[in-house]
């Protein structure tokens, strides 16, 4: 089936610093979407890409859909503590019968925050 | 207003037994999705329900699992003669009628001993 590398597994940044992750796929995807999850909670949507190429914000954070399709990637700034937790890119490809349809993640990247 | 709900949110129940896994969904969405995530990756696609019927269910991974939405809302996840891998926690997303934008419930954590 259809697999999405997520890099990188995890990362140990102070507060304050930028965080860069990223997400490939051998396929492509109509719809990229951004999720953080959190110790014993499902996981939140953060931002959804519906165009190849476009990027969007939603505060400090920052993705953009890749022009292959194949491909997106997050970006926060200034991180502060409350950031930890695991961040998971997914793809939504598009069934033929409707505009609503599973989702593919990725593993998910750790992110700590050193204070 | 209130997100999308599941019950229980911890289930622990004996090899063999069969359980019952609950979901309700954001009021007014149509689409509903079930999910199974194992420790250490992501939630990997189960079904797929658009209003009553199930649009797509092939990532149930045997005939051990079936699910339900009779009225469009509530959803039900069943498991029959559960095995110890079945643990995991299952989760359960809706969204409204377009593309993306699925929305995620806190998920009910499954242990079989």
């Known amino acids: 089936g259809q697999q999405l590398n997520q890099s990188p597994q995890s990362m140990f940044i102070q507060e304050g610093e930028d965080v860069s992750m990223n997400c490939t796929s051998s396929s492509i995807f109509n719809t990229w979407l951004w999720y953080k999850q959190e110790p014993g909670e499902g996981p939140v949507l953060l931002i959804a890409l519906y165009k190849a190429g476009e990027l969007t914000s939603n505060g400090r954070l920052t993705a953009q859909f890749g022009i292959t399709r194949k491909d997106s990637f997050l970006n926060i700034s200034a991180s502060i503590p409350s950031d930890v937790g695991i961040y998971f890119c997914?793809?939504?490809?598009?069934?033929?019968?409707?505009?609503?349809?599973?989702?593919?993640f990725g593993k998910g990247t750790l992110l700590t925050v050193n204070p | 207003g209130a997100g999308v709900s599941q019950t229980p949110s911890n289930k622990v129940t004996e090899k063999g037994k069969y359980v019952e896994l609950r979901c309700d969904p954001i009021?007014?969405?149509?689409?509903l999705y079930w999910y199974r995530q194992s420790l250490g990756q992501g939630p990997e696609f189960l079904i797929y329900?658009?209003?009553?019927?199930?649009?797509?269910d092939s990532g149930l991974p045997n005939d051990r699992f079936f699910a339900v939405r009779p009225e469009g809302s509530v959803s039900t996840l069943k498991i029959q003669r559960t095995e110890r891998g079945d643990s995991a926690v299952y989760l359960c997303?809706?969204?409204?009628?377009?593309?993306?934008?699925?929305?995620f419930g806190p998920g009910t954590r499954l242990t079989v001993t």
């Open positions: 997303a809706s969204s409204p009628d377009r593309a993306g934008e699925q929305y």
């Open positions: 009021s007014g969405h149509t689409a």
């Open positions: 329900f658009q209003g009553t019927g199930a649009a797509d």
């Open positions: 997914a793809g939504q490809g598009r069934n033929s019968g409707g505009s609503n349809y599973k989702l593919t």
